[in-house]
């Protein structure tokens, strides 16, 4: 057995185990990670909503989408759509970083399905940067 798995004790049964450490996890033999589109946006104003990157599900790209990482300068709101509807809204604060972990319920696509990550932030006349990137399998 790996050094970073232990065997299950009290009411588990035998094949439970508790994982400690990082591990590289699949679902049935696909990696998590098998695709990954990353976008990068500069000077953007306050009050704009703006799109930092975007992907259309085609066949041979993701089918699902599991994890979304976006970061700035400054800290903003971020908006996940799918065919422009407005999926899921989180702001940043007080930290710039924030990931979108779907890993136990992954947001399933169909052919045509576009995925985008918009941002806008309200730091008064400033301009500021943003990153994001989509993961996703198929």
Do not use: C
């Amino acid at each position: 057995m790996p050094s970073n798995v232990k065997e299950g004790w009290g009411n588990r049964t035998s094949t439970d185990a508790e994982v400690t450490g990082d591990v590289n996890a699949t679902i049935e033999g696909i990696s998590l990670t098998d695709f990954s589109k990353i976008g990068s946006i500069a000077g953007i104003s306050d009050n704009t909503r703006t799109t930092i990157v975007s992907q259309a599900f085609v066949a041979g790209s993701f089918e699902n989408l599991v994890i979304l990482a976006v970061s700035g300068t400054t800290t903003a709101k971020f908006y996940l759509r799918i065919n422009t509807v407005d999926k899921d809204v989180r702001r940043t604060s007080p930290g710039r970083n924030l990931q979108y972990d779907f890993t136990g319920a992954p947001l399933a696509l169909s052919v045509g399905d576009i995925v985008d990550v918009q941002v806008e932030h309200f730091n008064t006349s400033s301009v500021e940067d943003f990153d994001a990137t989509i993961y996703g399998y198929d």
